[in-house]
DNA sequence: GCCATGTAGGTCATGACCTGTCCTAGATGA
DNA sequence: TCATCTAGGACAGGTCATGACCTACATGGC
């Protein structure tokens, strides 16, 4: 049944491989006539694939870049890399791509066979926490299951830790999930207060739909993100960091990534590093990761951790008492 | 032309996303008969895609977990979000999927849209300094080159800069791309030296393809991983960490990850350390990161550095005297 | 310069199969 | 109980996919 397709899709698998494949190759492994595998690739670059192709005795097919993206055909261990490697994007906030890789890690998520998925539990318990700060890491399972009930407009209940410990249940209706800072909110509208809330994701626990399909409520504001961070601006506040850094300017810039803030150079060797620091453990283990001297004027709370963790590392040098 | 090919792929990009489609909103969009759709979910199911429906009034189809992967079809946005999460994945090679992440990474960027490519680009910049360490990241569009010439038997040209600064140029036969710590390898043949030689991906600078396919050369060992393990060996030392982690056992082998090494509790309180350390920079911000008490038992290095870098934590810590 | 080997594409006969339009059966929630 | 969904059989009509054979053209090795 639908032999062509199966074919296209198996085509398309095939010229993937980065390597060039003679027309003739093509034809044994799929089993038609060469004459069918030139149809078939005129029929690829019809559906708007680029299918390049070198000619002379050593020519052959392969995809190259086009216009839009070709479905991806991935092996086991292809989709396992990728799957592990969005849980750790995800449960890292920082970049302009948040919500994408959410939206990506459901799709592969929703499809990913159980033998696999099995697999990504474990490479991900031994991989994320390499890559996390002190914050409490976000389970990427609960942020797929947020964002599929808000694209999916379906009620949600889950367990709600509040910051003093206290855990509630809720029924919500959520309409969106956003990055402020490094942590994940889910802005919905809490049906029992009748409000419109914003949750953070890691105290989010056992989330499950409900599977009622409701309409698009209102929305609080145009913008979710900037509904989240006027809400948290009122609550929590953030640091403003600055410091003198005994770097030039550019590699300062270069090493510590975008969402660090602003560098503005100071003289061919040090520099000023200005910007949001919504953890001080994190700014803290990134500065010291820089490899020079460096000088915190701002806030007293980032130099006190930096005091701390400075005793800390001197105590764990010290040569040992004790033998082992 | 192939009318049934796109609309299946259609079809599979409509069902792969978080929600539940009824047949006729599905024949509506694909303008098709709903009877055709029907066929069409017979089709997916013939071809291995667990297409599963609810029945009763609120029905729908959705696509489940199979057997095997279906094609992912991905919107910009995801795509780019996968290339960036596997950017800093193979950048960071910790796992036990490395190689598959750059397989899945040479797979993506041979087809993803210059447009997109260049978005990449960017946010990759903006991305991988926060989670890398003080080791010099690696390039992952070489990472993708070499892997792509390894399995293409293609020969490579590329600059070497050896321990010492010297730049040469190679040419060589790729066999295969390996981690071995943290870090990358190239095992190759050096046709110019005629021997085989394992250079350091992050070493290898402007790499490119001589499009010259070559037979596959005997390899000098089974295990290119052994063979490089073995270069390595004989080359850099490595060394042997032990610590004393004033946390209960549990706790330090879910935050460090697996690949840190053995960890073995002492009492409730506390647990012993061991494992290769391959970058000190790296275990020491791990350590640190903890949050707990610890001791260094070995290697002395580890202290010395530990040592450093509290005395540049405590100067930071400061109360500054200028200023700004 | 020649030849082997690859892509590119035209034509034609045959028959498979895809489609829409009927139809009935069964499940499910309001 | 009824509306609404999935599931699937029967049938007629015509599209179009396939393989066989052909020529044209590009390229690298000899």
Redesign the interface.
């Given at each position: 049944?639908?032999d062509?397709?199966?074919r296209?899709?198996a085509l398309?698998?095939l010229l993937?491989?980065?390597?060039?494949w003679p027309g003739s190759e093509l034809a044994e492994r799929l089993e038609v006539s060469p004459r069918t595998i030139r149809r078939d690739i005129d029929?690829l670059r019809?559906?708007g694939y680029p299918v390049q192709a070198t000619m002379g005795a050593?020519g052959g097919y392969?995809?190259?870049?086009?216009?839009?993206?070709?479905?991806?055909?991935?092996?086991?261990?292809?989709?396992?890399?990728?799957a592990?490697?969005?849980r750790?994007?995800a449960a890292?906030p920082?970049?302009?791509?948040d919500e994408?890789?959410v939206?990506?890690l459901?799709?592969?998520e929703?499809?990913?066979?159980?033998r696999?998925?099995h697999r990504v539990g474990v490479?991900a318990?031994?991989?994320?926490?390499?890559?996390?700060?002190?914050e409490p890491p976000v389970d990427p399972r609960t942020l797929v299951v947020l964002?599929?009930a808000a694209?999916?407009r379906e009620r949600l209940r889950f367990a709600y830790r509040s910051g003093d410990g206290a855990e509630t249940r809720r029924l919500t209706e959520p309409y969106r999930l956003v990055t402020a800072g490094r942590r994940w909110y889910l802005l919905a509208y809490d049906i029992d207060r009748d409000d419109w809330r914003v949750f953070r994701a890691d105290r989010i626990g056992d989330p499950h739909p409900t599977g009622v399909?409701v309409p698009a409520r209102v929305p609080p504001e145009q913008d979710p993100a900037a509904f989240v961070a006027a809400k948290l601006h009122s609550s929590a506040p953030v640091y403003e960091v600055?410091?003198?850094v005994r770097l030039p300017a550019g590699q300062v810039a270069?090493?510590?990534?975008?969402?660090?803030g602003t560098v503005e150079p100071i003289d061919d060797h040090s520099c000023?590093l200005r910007g949001p620091a919504d953890t001080l453990?994190w700014l803290?283990?990134?500065?010291?990761?820089l490899?020079c001297?460096?000088?915190?004027?701002e806030p007293p709370e980032l130099?006190?951790y930096?005091?701390a963790?400075?005793?800390?590392?001197?105590?764990?040098?010290?040569?040992?008492t004790?033998t082992?």
């Amino acid at each position: 049944m639908s032999d062509m397709s199966a074919r296209l899709l198996a085509l398309l698998s095939l010229l993937q491989t980065p390597r060039e494949w003679p027309g003739s190759e093509l034809a044994e492994r799929l089993e038609v006539s060469p004459r069918t595998i030139r149809r078939d690739i005129d029929r690829l670059r019809e559906l708007g694939y680029p299918v390049q192709a070198t000619m002379g005795a050593v020519g052959g097919y392969r995809l190259a870049a086009g216009a839009a993206m070709p479905p991806l055909l991935l092996d086991d261990e292809e989709a396992v890399a990728i799957a592990v490697g969005l849980r750790t994007a995800a449960a890292h906030p920082v970049d302009g791509i948040d919500e994408a890789s959410v939206r990506a890690l459901a799709k592969l998520e929703q499809v990913l066979p159980s033998r696999l998925r099995h697999r990504v539990g474990v490479l991900a318990a031994a991989t994320v926490p390499m890559l996390a700060g002190a914050e409490p890491p976000v389970d990427p399972r609960t942020l797929v299951v947020l964002a599929g009930a808000a694209a999916n407009r379906e009620r949600l209940r889950f367990a709600y830790r509040s910051g003093d410990g206290a855990e509630t249940r809720r029924l919500t209706e959520p309409y969106r999930l956003v990055t402020a800072g490094r942590r994940w909110y889910l802005l919905a509208y809490d049906i029992d207060r009748d409000d419109w809330r914003v949750f953070r994701a890691d105290r989010i626990g056992d989330p499950h739909p409900t599977g009622v399909r409701v309409p698009a409520r209102v929305p609080p504001e145009q913008d979710p993100a900037a509904f989240v961070a006027a809400k948290l601006h009122s609550s929590a506040p953030v640091y403003e960091v600055v410091a003198t850094v005994r770097l030039p300017a550019g590699q300062v810039a270069g090493r510590l990534g975008a969402a660090a803030g602003t560098v503005e150079p100071i003289d061919d060797h040090s520099c000023r590093l200005r910007g949001p620091a919504d953890t001080l453990e994190w700014l803290a283990s990134r500065l010291l990761m820089l490899g020079c001297e460096f000088e915190v004027h701002e806030p007293p709370e980032l130099r006190a951790y930096l005091g701390a963790l400075g005793a800390r590392a001197a105590r764990a040098a010290q040569t040992p008492t004790i033998t082992y």
